[in-house]
């Protein structure tokens, strides 16, 4: 049975940092690629970062150059570090996986089979 369970959000000042973690099991963690998604109050899901299994990573514009995704496969557990934190940030984060995907669906939410409960992100101006 496939688990993902993020941990890691809360409240924090803008220009803060927070780290999110994804703690996969019950599959080979190692083959799937990985997506952090968001969705806050009132909006649709967007797609925040992914990472394949071939090792290419993608991030949305919108958060390029402040979030940065990562994956220690040892550990089973995917990454979100997120710097310079804005309100607009707000929101409840997913994390996904994915049996297969391109870097061009990476960021497109039918592509993931599995997702998590999500975890909240609160940025205060």
């Known amino acids: 049975q496939v688990q993902l369970v993020e941990s890691g959000g809360g409240s924090v000042q803008a220009g803060g940092s927070l780290r999110l973690s994804c703690a996969a099991s019950?599959?080979?963690?190692?083959?799937?690629?990985m997506g952090w998604f968001r969705q806050a109050p009132g909006k649709e899901r967007e797609g925040v970062a992914g990472?394949?299994?071939?090792?290419?990573?993608g991030t949305a514009d919108f958060v390029k150059g402040r979030f940065s995704i990562s994956r220690d496969n040892a550990k089973n557990t995917l990454y979100l570090q997120m710097d310079s934190l804005e309100p607009e940030d707000t929101a409840m984060y997913y994390c996904?996986?994915?049996?297969?995907?391109?870097?061009?669906?990476?960021?497109?939410?039918?592509?993931?089979?599995?997702w998590g409960q999500g975890t909240q992100v609160t940025v205060s101006s």
């Open positions: 996904a996986a994915a049996p297969q995907c391109n870097r061009w669906s990476l960021l497109q939410g039918p592509t993931y089979s599995y």
């Open positions: 019950g599959y080979t963690y190692s083959t799937y690629s």
């Open positions: 990472d394949i299994t071939q090792g290419f990573r």
